[in-house]
């Protein structure tokens, strides 16, 4: 691990809540939406978490943005700064029904 990387615990019970997606659009595509908040995954964040799983029409796609996979690490709670920093990434989207 080179130095200033922070090693990424994803837990695994948070995958269920996640949205996923049977598109995989480019970062700064106003699709690329973080399957946490909800948020667009801008040009300027930095490169998106992407996570595949089978479903059931094919191959699906959770991404985040990486503050997003911080908050939703194992480690999340060591990082309360970072959760109280940037856009509003750290609020979970909100589902009707």
């Keep these: ?3 200033g990387q922070i090693p990424i615990l994803f837990d695994e019970k948070y995958l269920n809540e996640l949205a996923w997606f049977e598109k995989s659009p480019d970062q700064g595509d106003p ?3 973080c399957s946490y908040c909800g948020f667009v995954i801008t040009e300027d964040d930095i490169m998106p978490w ?4 089978d479903g059931p029409d ?3 796609e959770a991404r985040l943005h990486q503050k997003c ?3 939703l690490s194992k480690e999340g709670d060591h990082y309360g ?3 109280k920093q940037g856009h509003n990434s750290h609020k979970p989207r909100t589902t009707s029904g």
């Design 1 to 3: 691990m080179e130095d």
């Design 31 to 33: 699709s690329c939406i």
């Design 50 to 53: 992407r996570i595949f799983k």
């Design 58 to 60: 094919g191959m699906v």
């Design 69 to 71: 996979l911080i908050v």
């Design 81 to 83: 700064e970072i959760k």
